[in-house]
T-cell receptor, first 114, second 112 residues
Framework: NAGVMQNPRHLVRRRGQEARLRCSPMKGHSHVYWYRQLPEEGLKFMVYLQKENIIDESGMPKERFSAEFPKEGPSILRIQQVVRGDSAAYFC????????????FGPGTRLTVL | AQSVTQLDSHVSVSEGTPVLLRCNYSSSYSPSLFWYVQHPNKGLQLLLKYTSAATLVKGINGFEAEFKKSETSFHLTKPSAHMSDAAEYFCVGNSGNTPLVFGKGTRLSVIA
């Protein structure tokens, strides 16, 4: 059973470009969470999705950021018109109903905005 | 609202000596509490978790933590530090399937 997969692992974008980060949850998991880790800080919650639904997006910036978790395929975190302040590590975690609250983390995508 | 506070941003110990990383939580209901470790440029690995069963929780690599409701604490300990323990440690809380709330992290340095 593969763990949570994220790709790409490293992503470099110039200011104004779009960044697309992908997350494939563990097999059988239908809950996905996205977190952002700025340099020298802990992880901060961004958005919580179930299949085809956004459950909680209270941590998402109001502009330029969006997330989806379609019926088929990975969850996507999209950042439009990236700025230098978007440079961070983005982690996704998945949760299954039998996991006793444990979220399993992917290896992260490290975004660098030049 | 739930919050998690890690009391030390950096802890330095000598190899072979005990490790204590402190964490306090606040929650209006019974929390689930976790400790995660993050090695440089790596993802997060779960060390241990508390989910209202035994208050003393044993994890991987010799780590353990004790849930103390009276002190609202969940400190992480290890009897003898190893060089490979040098990493960033996060105390984390949540309830049910709510998003995880992370402490700011404690960087553990182990001196030979």
């Amino acid at each position: 059973n593969a763990g949570v997969m994220q790709n790409p692992r490293h992503l470099v974008r110039r200011r104004g470009q779009e960044a697309r980060l992908r997350c494939s949850p563990m097999k059988g998991h239908s809950h996905v969470y996205w977190y952002r880790q700025l340099p020298e800080e802990g992880l901060k919650f961004m958005v919580y999705l179930q299949k085809e639904n956004i459950i909680d997006e209270s941590g998402m910036p109001k502009e330029r950021f969006s997330a989806e978790f379609p019926k088929e395929g990975p969850s996507i975190l999209r950042i439009q018109q990236v700025v230098r302040g978007d440079s961070a590590a983005y982690f996704c975690a998945s949760l299954g109903l039998a996991a006793l609250n444990e979220q399993f983390f992917g290896p992260g995508t490290r975004l660098t905005v030049l | 609202a739930q919050s998690v506070t890690q009391l030390d941003s950096h802890v330095s110990v000598s190899e072979g000596t005990p490790v204590l990383l402190r964490c306090n939580y606040s929650s209006s209901y019974s929390p689930s509490l976790f400790w995660y470790v993050q090695h440089p440029n790596k993802g997060l690995q779960l060390l241990l978790k508390y989910t209202s069963a035994a208050t003393l929780v044993k994890g991987i690599n010799g780590f353990e933590a004790e849930f103390k409701k009276s002190e609202t604490s969940f400190h992480l300990t290890k009897p003898s530090a190893h060089m490979s323990d040098a990493a960033e440690y996060f105390c984390v809380g949540n309830s049910g399937n709510t998003p995880l709330v992370f402490g700011k992290g404690t960087r553990l340095s182990v001196i030979a």
